[in-house]
């Protein structure tokens, strides 16, 4: 297939994405039908089906498509952290890409797609539970279990650090999304603030004593 073809298909599919995922969070799954989706999407119903098969298959794409996406280079940032010199500055930069990454509208939009439909497909809750939020926890517990043994951090229990560390960080931005529904990004400079605050009560709490006087580096 030429390359100008395959763009153009690229863009379809996307358009397609698109326009379910408007629908599916307005009209829930059961009151969108392919049509619907064909037009929104300004394609014809036969591209729609090329491109997903069936309406479960289109959900199935829209709510795992960014897993990942969004979890795959999270956890390599994850697993530099373990091995930085500067560890304040390493989790500094670590918080606020995992906080833009998460309060990205679209991943937001998928989230909360997944959330409003776990009844329906269960099993498409699940996969996303755990190939994003366990797996980036487990990503955080292996880096913080090793740079415990570093002596840079004070971590008895890896995973309740893990999940401290991601609940101070994104707690409040998804609960807000779920709750109000997805709202336009907050800008960077918030963001920034957000991810700066969530490092300094985790060092508060998790720095080893010889570290924490004079040190400034998350400050």
């Not at 930069?93 to 776990?118: C, D, G, K, M």
């Not at 809750?125 to 190939?131: F, I, K, P, R, V």
């Not at 517990?141 to 650090?161: I, K, N, T, Y």
């Amino acid at each position: 297939m030429a390359p100008q073809l395959t763009d153009r298909s690229r863009r379809k599919r996307e358009a397609i994405l698109e326009a379910a995922t408007d629908l599916f969070l307005t009209r829930e799954y059961v009151g969108t039908s392919m049509d619907e989706v064909a037009a929104a999407a300004g394609v014809s119903k036969q591209t729609v089906y090329k491109h997903f098969g069936d309406k479960e298959s289109l959900f199935r794409a829209i709510a795992l498509s960014s897993v990942q996406e969004v979890s795959g280079p999270l956890r390599a940032r994850i697993a530099a952290v373990a091995e930085a010199d500067d560890v304040g500055a390493a989790l500094l930069e670590l918080a606020r890409s995992y906080l833009t990454a998460v309060v990205q509208p679209e991943v937001l939009r998928r989230r909360q797609l997944v959330i409003r439909e776990a009844g329906r497909f269960p099993d498409v809750a699940s996969t996303y539970h755990d190939g994003a939020p366990r797996l980036t926890i487990a990503a955080l517990a292996e880096a913080f279990a090793r740079l415990a043994e570093r002596g840079e951090l004070a971590v008895s229990e890896p995973s309740r650090a893990a999940t401290h560390f991601a609940f101070l960080l994104v707690g409040e931005p998804l609960d807000t999304a779920m709750f109000r529904g997805v709202v336009p990004g907050r800008g960077p400079g918030e963001l920034a603030e957000t991810a700066d605050e969530a490092v300094r009560v985790f060092l508060a709490a998790y720095r080893p004593e010889r570290n924490s006087p004079g040190s400034d580096t998350a400050s």
